[in-house]
């Protein structure tokens, strides 16, 4: 793996990192659904416009657009859906936890789907990344005052299933349609779903517009969004899905890292060897041989 993909994953992370606190400023002025819409929303509709502006190639044939519409399904009906939601009823360490299954489902969707095969390097650093997660939420995991649902769990692992089946998706489209354009069909298809549940079950028109909510969303819409998910597409364009989204373990490393440097929390041993372990298992799925029959 070459060191600008590196780089290019781990702005990516960083940039789901920074979602959460954004999606936390914002909650208090929209109601979730419609938030979660709007920000969907935005993302694609500026991914979009840019894919038209550069003239590149719409996707065609009808498998094609079912594909992405089941990415938008996944990644982003219920992607968003269940992250924006979740925090409601479940623990932020569970919560972690939960989500941080994801590269290990994918795994297994992956060798199915697309016949990518880890060696036992690389399943022992997926284990390493997810036992690290683990390690740096288990004060809250173990807190009494760290409060769950069942309806919590529920939307958590709706999210986490949605994320792995669209990511195997895009890892099979990837390299076959333009990046821009796939991106933001995929969000504005999921985002049309989120307003239409949003319609039924919220107000939308209850929306605090206040310049603290716009700026919250822009940068969620087009940093946090547009911006990470174009990336993504174009690192699979080149690179495994399994060595790919193993760098999703970093996502609540840079959580940690953001409480510490903008809310002073604390920072003790357990998070330092969590996020010790963490790294040390994604540097064994990068150095790990991979091999891939070809999908069918």
């Keep these: 793996m ?77 992607g968003f859906f269940g992250m924006f939601h979740a925090a409601e009823f479940v623990s932020p360490g569970l919560a972690t936890v939960i989500a941080s299954t994801q590269p290990l489902m994918a795994a297994v969707l992956a060798h199915a789907v697309l016949g990518e095969q880890l060696d036992r390097r690389g399943k022992i650093g997926l284990l390493f990344g997810f036992v690290g997660i683990v390690t740096i939420t288990s004060p809250q995991l173990l807190s009494s005052s760290s409060g769950s649902s069942a309806l919590g769990v529920a939307y958590i692992s709706l999210a986490a299933l949605g994320i792995t089946i669209s990511n195997v998706i895009i890892k099979r489209l990837a390299g076959t349609v333009d990046s821009l354009l796939a991106m933001g069909i995929q969000l504005l298809f999921g985002g049309l779903l989120l307003a239409l549940a949003a319609s ?5 028109s209850t929306t605090d517009w206040s310049i603290r909510f ?5 940068v969620l819409a087009f940093l946090g969004t547009s911006l990470v998910y174009w990336l ?65």
């Design 2 to 78: 070459s060191t600008a993909t590196v780089i290019k994953l781990v702005l990516i992370m960083l940039g789901w990192a920074i979602c959460f606190p954004f999606i936390t400023a914002g909650l208090d002025s929209a109601p979730h659904l419609t938030f979660a819409a709007m920000r969907a929303l935005l993302a694609g509709a500026g991914l979009l416009a840019l894919g038209v502006a550069f003239r590149r190639r719409f996707p065609s044939g009808l498998k094609v657009w079912m594909l992405l519409a089941l990415t938008g399904f996944g990644a982003t009906t219920l």
């Design 200 to 204: 039924f079950t919220e107000s939308p």
């Design 214 to 218: 716009t700026l919250v969303l822009l």
């Design 232 to 296: 993504w597409f174009s690192v699979l364009e080149t690179v495994e899905l399994n060595r790919a989204n193993a760098f999703s373990f970093l996502i609540p490393v840079f959580g940690l890292a953001i409480g510490i440097a903008l809310f002073e929390e604390d920072f003790g041993w357990l998070d330092a060897l969590g996020a010790t372990m963490t790294v040390f298992g994604i540097e064994l799925v990068i150095r790990g041989r991979q091999g891939a029959r070809a999908a069918s």
